[in-house]
């Protein structure tokens, strides 16, 4: 069969690429190995209890543009809840709420996080430091600490060790799915700038109110309506060269020519469809064996009762880090479901083991669940849940669009490791797709920022 672009990979940015190039007027073809789409963030059915679950919580930001025009142009936007409060566990207090108050970014949470327990006041203070030297250094100046870990920056701004462990590992860890003292540091400081300080509307978080797999269903509509087509349940085994340009993709049910193929497949399956002569013919695809991974655990538990009483619960200096309501069934069992990133040291641990550890932490935020025993475990381990943003990534993330000094120029990229600047990221999935799409149809392109907010843009934000 032949197709004007062939799209590999169903996950949010194949399917943002295909959409694009679906409006473009041109055919996509959008090949997935899998019988479903959304990629790391979807969702499956628990053969052991038939419930819809979803891989993993998967969080959107206000910041997240991309990701919501997406949303829009499917039309599920409004499936997604924004939570405008974070709630931090401080036993045996109420949690702490972080909310944007009257003021206007950056300050708009310094209400909030002055009443935090959780600091005290030289904590807080050192933060407000950290804050304010990621202000004036500007957008353009977190490039100076490429090289170097996010928490070489927070030594160098005089963070005490309880502000670091209970205010910026759970944040980082989460955003960047990597501790601060490996992280990459300029992936954390845009977490703060552009994530906190640049817009008061940009940390507010999105959840989607229905199992993730249902944001994707009117893609295959919106395909085939520009005469395209959704093929699930076929994987690419090969992409096809002519030692200049590539034809199309080779895959377990025969050839599927293109004009163009956008690959939107994990870094290591692309280096397996790539021939060496692709190799030797752009340099794009020359480093993808060096990027490495990082893993998250999710964990889903059953309580017969309801324990956990805000939406989410940050767990600061716990070894998990968040904890989310997945809502309470007919017989009154409430759903809750733990997220633990930079889950490394968790990888080995059997569930029975996961499943005493994670309680023991629910134990610890919610009083209600002392003496109770969830009646039902389950762990999705994802050992290559996103890239390792390690110091040195960075130049090992090719760019969507081909090597203007030579290279394949019909072969465009896409996935949340791809040069968009942003950490592993459904926002960097969709970027990523976006950019591929543009630079295949000259049309399109990427959703611009939140504005900056005028006094964040005084303070040197820019
Ligand atoms: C546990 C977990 C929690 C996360 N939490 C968050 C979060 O809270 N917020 C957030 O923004 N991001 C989160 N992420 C990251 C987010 O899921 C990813 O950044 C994003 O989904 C990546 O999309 P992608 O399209 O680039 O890649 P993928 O989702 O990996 O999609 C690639 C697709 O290619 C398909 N494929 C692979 N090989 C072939 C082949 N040979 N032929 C055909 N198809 C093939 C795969 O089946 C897959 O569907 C999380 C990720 C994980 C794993």
Redesign the pocket.
């Known amino acids: 069969m032949t197709a004007e672009v062939v799209v590999?990979?169903?996950?949010?940015?194949?399917?943002?690429a295909a959409i694009r190039v679906a409006e473009s007027g041109r055919r996509p073809v959008l090949?997935?190995?899998?019988r479903k789409?959304?990629?790391?963030?979807?969702s499956f059915t628990d053969p052991r209890t038939g419930q819809m679950l979803d891989?993993?919580?998967?969080?959107?930001?206000g910041c997240?543009t991309n990701?919501l025009d997406l949303y829009r142009r499917l039309g599920v936007l409004d499936r997604i809840d924004w939570h405008p409060v974070t709630w931090w566990a401080q036993p045996p207090h109420e949690p702490d709420r972080l909310e944007a108050g009257w003021l206007p970014a950056p300050a708009q949470f310094t209400g909030s996080f002055l009443r935090m327990r959780l600091l005290g006041w030289r904590d807080k203070l050192g933060v407000a430091r950290a804050m304010w030297r990621l202000m004036r250094m500007g957008i353009g100046g977190r490039r100076a600490w490429q090289g170097r870990s996010f928490g070489a920056f927070l030594q160098a701004t005089g963070q005490t060790s309880r502000a670091c462990e209970l205010f910026w590992e759970p944040v980082v860890v989460?955003a960047c799915?990597l501790p601060s003292d490996q992280v990459d540091a300029p992936f954390a400081m845009q977490v703060f700038q552009e994530g906190f300080l640049g817009h008061r509307f940009a940390s507010t978080m999105g959840l989607s109110t229905v199992p993730l797999l249902e944001l994707y269903d009117p893609a295959e509509a919106m395909i085939r309506q520009a005469g395209g087509e959704l093929r699930l349940g076929?994987?690419?085994?090969a992409i096809a060269f002519d030692g200049r340009r590539v034809t199309g993709v080779v895959?377990d049910e025969g050839l599927v020519e293109g004009a163009a193929v956008i690959s939107?497949?994990?870094f290591d399956?692309l280096d397996?469809?790539c021939s060496p002569a692709m190799k030797a013919a752009d340099r794009r695809l020359q480093r993808l064996g060096e990027i490495g991974v990082s893993p998250?655990?999710?964990v889903h538990l059953t309580y017969p009762v309801q324990v956990l009483q805000t939406p989410h619960l940050v767990l600061p200096g716990r070894g998990t880090q968040w904890l989310f309501d997945k809502g309470t069934d007919g017989s009154g069992h409430q759903h809750v479901h733990a997220?633990i990133?930079g889950a490394a040291a968790w990888m080995d641990l059997d569930e029975a083991e996961i499943g005493r550890r994670v309680h023991e932490d629910v134990v610890w935020a919610c009083p209600r669940a002392r003496g109770l025993a969830p009646s039902s475990i389950r762990s999705?381990k994802?050992r290559?849940?996103?890239f390792a943003a390690v110091p040195g990534f960075a130049a090992l993330r090719p760019s969507a669009r081909p090597d203007p000094r030579g290279g394949i120029d019909n072969l465009l990229l896409?996935?949340?490791?791809?040069d968009t600047g942003w950490p592993?990221?459904?926002?960097?999935?969709v970027r990523?797709?976006y950019a591929a799409a543009a630079a295949l149809t000259g049309s399109g392109g990427m959703e611009a920022d939140l504005p900056l907010a005028p006094l964040a843009r005084l303070a040197g934000l820019r």
């Open positions: 590999i990979g169903g996950g949010i940015a194949g399917i943002a090949i997935e190995t899998r789409l959304g990629g790391r963030a979807t891989n993993c919580q998967h969080v959107a930001m997240c990701l989460s799915n076929v994987s690419a085994q895959t939107a497949v994990p399956r397996r469809l998250i655990l999710g997220v990133s999705v994802e290559r849940a996103t896409a996935g949340d490791w791809c592993a990221t459904m926002e960097g999935a990523s797709g």
